[in-house]
Nanobody, 116 residues
């Protein structure tokens, strides 16, 4: 059973930065894709950023240029989401997802709150 554990969330002022981490129970190179989603209160979960096993990365228009998805090349089992120039509308629970051919795996989420 694949396990994903997110960390790094918290309270930050507008314009600030956070780094989220997603630690997987096995090497992420085995997954078809690794993605970050977020869900704001009363809203549907939305894709923030995604990286395929081939290295192609996409971002939601609302975060492009401010967020960056990267991987831990040393250990190969962690995905990061660097978030800069944070806005109040970035507030939500951020989830990590790993895609396999037969199913997707989700982490438990980490809360990000952008507020002054």
């Amino acid at each position: 059973q694949v396990q994903l554990v997110e960390s790094g969330g918290g309270l930050v002022q507008p314009g600030g930065s956070l780094r989220l981490s997603c630690a997987a129970s096995k090497s992420i190179v085995t997954f078809l894709a690794m993605s970050w989603y977020r869900q704001a209160p009363g809203q549907q979960r939305e894709l923030v950023a995604s990286m395929t096993s081939g290295g192609t990365t996409i971002y939601a228009a609302s975060v492009r240029g401010r967020f960056a998805l990267s991987t831990d090349n040393a250990n190969g089992d962690t995905v990061y989401l660097d978030m800069n120039s944070l806005k109040p509308e970035d507030t939500g629970v951020y989830y990590c997802k790993a895609r396999e051919p037969e199913m997707d795996h989700w982490g438990q989420g980490t809360q990000v709150t952008v507020s002054s």
